[in-house]
């Protein structure tokens, strides 16, 4: 079974420039997490989806950070315009449905590294 | 309330020693956890979990012991390896995923 993938695995960019990064979950996962990863530090939740629907988005940095998980399968994260602060890795997980053998774990992708220069 | 403590931020072992890393919770509300290991260039991923019922759970050289009242777990690896070398997260959830809150993590390098 394929794990959850992401891309780019690398992104460099001048500051104000816009970025975007893709996942695809896990097959039969309806349960989607987009994380910021700063160096040195843990995981923290940007947004989380239920199929289509992002049922925690509190926080996302709205005014440059939007994301969208159209057909409730993979999503794209995207920045516009990009700050030095966002430099960071982009980590995508997901879950199964509770009604699905979910156990509580979350399946994390490989990450997309984001250099602001 | 959210939040996750974790300490030490680093930590040292030979090889054959025991690895302790702790981590500390207020929201009497988390069900569910877990440590996840944490390779450079890689995703997080599930080593073992835990669950309030229990005070301890035991896989392999992995154990993670509970201590409800005190709002504490541990992560002990037994006869650490070098390739037990990683970044250690410790992490807490409710409602099978809901409020899923990340400790800062501690590196642990286990010297051959």
């Known amino acids: 079974e394929a794990g959850v993938v992401q891309s780019p695995r690398y992104k460099i960019i001048e500051k104000k420039q816009p970025v975007a990064f893709w996942c695809n979950p896990i097959s039969g996962h309806n349960t989607l997490y987009w994380y910021l990863q700063n160096l040195g530090q843990g995981p923290e939740l940007l947004i989380r989806?239920?199929?289509?629907?992002?049922?925690?988005d509190s926080q996302l940095p709205k005014d440059r950070f939007s994301a969208e998980r159209l057909k409730g399968v993979d999503s794209t994260l995207k920045i516009q315009p990009a700050e030095l602060g966002d430099s960071a890795v982009y980590l995508c997980?997901?879950?199964?449905?509770?009604?699905?053998?979910?156990?509580?774990?979350?399946?994390f992708g490989e990450g997309s590294r984001l250099t602001v220069l | 309330q959210q939040q996750v403590k974790q300490s030490p931020q680093s930590l040292i072992v030979q090889k054959g020693g025991i690895s302790i890393i702790n981590c500390a919770y207020e929201?009497?509300?988390?069900?569910?956890f877990p440590w996840y290991q944490q390779f450079p260039g890689k995703g997080p991923a599930l080593l073992i979990a835990i669950r309030p019922d229990v005070s301890e759970k035991k896989e392999g050289r992995f154990t993670i012991s509970f201590n409800k009242s005190a709002k504490q777990f541990s992560l002990h690896i037994m006869d650490s390896q070098p390739g037990d070398s990683a970044t250690y997260f410790c992490a807490a959830s409710m409602d099978y995923g809901q409020n899923f809150v990340f400790g800062p993590g501690t590196r642990l390098s286990v010297l051959p």
């Open positions: 997980a997901s879950s199964l449905p509770e009604d699905r053998g979910n156990t509580g774990e979350l399946f």
């Open positions: 929201n009497t509300a988390f069900d569910y």
């Open positions: 989806y239920e199929n289509e629907e992002a049922v925690d």
